[in-house]
């Protein structure tokens, strides 16, 4: 599904991404746990896969 956006992503020099660094899927359920609502499945996506990026030297 998001197959487009990593492939794109590999190619970019505009942000910087770090594979690997994702978290685990149990520390979204507890987070999602703790907030009351499940994130969204583009959301989660990003934080398993990638975790954080950063964008012009700011970190997201």
């Keep these: 599904m998001y197959e487009r956006l990593a492939e794109k992503l590999k190619t970019t020099s505009a942000l910087k991404w770090f594979p690997g ?3 685990e899927e ?3 359920a507890e987070a999602e ?3 009351g609502f ?3 499945p ?4 990003w934080l398993i896969h990638y975790g954080y990026a950063g964008l012009n ?4």
């Excluded at 583009?42 to 996506?45: A, G, Q």
């Excluded at 030297?57 to 997201?60: H, L, M, T």
């Design 57 to 60: 030297g700011g970190i997201f």
């Design 42 to 45: 583009s959301y989660r996506w």
């Design 33 to 35: 746990e703790e907030l």
């Design 26 to 28: 149990s520390w979204i």
């Design 38 to 40: 499940r994130l969204p």
């Design 21 to 23: 660094h994702g978290a």
